[in-house]
């Protein structure tokens, strides 16, 4: 507490020298307490131009932008824990005028040995959302850009979501997680949680990684069970070969979707990749046509900035039959 009485001279002016003195002394003191806790700040950024267009609908502009600032803190605690927060500002997400402006929101809580938590206030992802379709590729899947046509089984990325993720210490190489949504008593009336596995094995000529997860969704009226495979193996000579196999099990009649995705990419040089893809989609209707899938993409880095593009056909798109149709992407994106 500032004592301004004994800083008063015989004529009722302030000493500004003394008062200098006790601002000085409570300001570096002050200091010193910040500087003790601070925690390790840091910003990141990205910008992109894209162009994508529908090659058989008028889409009108296809010209896009989609930028990132990225605002991350960590601090390590008195008990060897490191707790870092991690919030994005995007304002591409919310479209135009309307965006929504912070895009995500994350606290993860590194223990070490006992595992990793997180928690997602906003752009989390589940343990099935995470590995929807890992098939390698240069640029995008073979189901994206064509509208309607995504089709692939993923989990759920509700606000305020949990996550944890442990390494086992009895299998070197092998991982293993868990999500949990909570009910927000409207469209999710019941939580939501799903498990899932990695592993990874160096091998003579390479790396190869298989994993899955399991998990039930009720962010719709009807509970989903969903469940993800896939093998991945990465080469020595620079190609990697992926395939990934889905189930989803729907409670409401005649909805079940079963999706296979194989991809095939080699990097070039160290800057340039190049990949093919392709993916089916069966559907237990049997009113609807399997949706299959065919893209092509690629990827060039310099420094700072990289090029990518991607060519993708669609047909019997959503399971409508003779519904063809192809898209093409091109993205110049720059890293700050």
């Known amino acids: 507490m500032f004592i301004i009485n004994n800083n008063i001279n015989q004529k009722g002016v302030i000493n500004m020298n003394n008062f200098k003195k006790i601002g000085l002394t409570a300001l570096a003191g ?91 206030g906003d752009g989390g992802s589940s343990v099935l959302g995470m590995i929807d379709d890992t098939t390698p590729t240069a640029y995008e899947e073979s189901w994206d850009i064509v509208d309607s046509a ?14 944890y993720s442990r390494d ?4 070197e190489g092998l991982t293993l997680s868990a999500s949990y949504i909570p009910s927000d008593n409207q469209t999710s009336i019941e939580s939501s949680s799903d498990y899932g596995f990695k592993y990874s094995s160096p091998m003579d000529a390479g790396t190869l990684t298989v994993g899955g997860a399991t998990g039930e969704t009720n ?20 190609f990697t070969v992926g395939i990934t196999a889905s189930e989803h099990d729907s409670e409401a009649s005649n909805a079940d979707k079963d999706f296979q995705a194989i991809g095939l990419s080699y990097a070039l040089t160290p800057e340039t990749s190049v990949s093919v893809n392709t993916s089916t989609l069966e559907f237990e209707d049997s009113s609807k046509s399997d949706q299959e899938a065919m893209g092509f993409s690629v990827s060039h880095v310099m420094g700072s900035m990289t090029i990518k593009g991607t060519h993708n056909a669609v047909d019997n798109v959503a399971g409508t039959a003779a519904n063809d149709r192809s898209g093409y992407d091109l993205s110049l994106a720059f890293a700050f």
Do not use: C, P
């Not at 803190?73 to 965006?99: C, F, H, P, R, Y």
């Not at 995504?150 to 996550?163: A, E, F, Q, T």
């Not at 009226?221 to 620079?238: D, L, P, Q, R, V």
């Open 30 to 120: 002050v200091l010193v307490s910040v500087s003790a806790n601070a925690a390790e700040l840091s910003v990141t950024g990205g910008a992109s131009i894209g162009f994508t267009n529908q090659e058989e609908k008028d889409q009108g502009n296809g010209w896009s932008m989609n930028d990132g600032i990225t605002f991350s803190a960590s601090q390590e605690l008195d008990n060897g824990m490191n707790v870092t927060m991690k919030m994005v500002i995007d304002s591409s997400d919310g479209g135009g005028s309307a965006a929504q402006v912070m895009d995500t929101r994350i606290i993860t809580v590194d223990m070490g040995d006992n595992g990793t938590f997180t928690f997602a």
């Open 168 to 171: 086992n210490t009895l299998l």
């Open 150 to 163: 995504d089709g692939r089984v993923s989990g759920i990325g509700l606000n305020n979501m949990m996550h």
């Open 219 to 238: 962010a719709a009226a009807n509970s989903i069970e969903k469940t993800i495979m896939y093998a991945n193996f990465a080469s020595e000579t620079g």
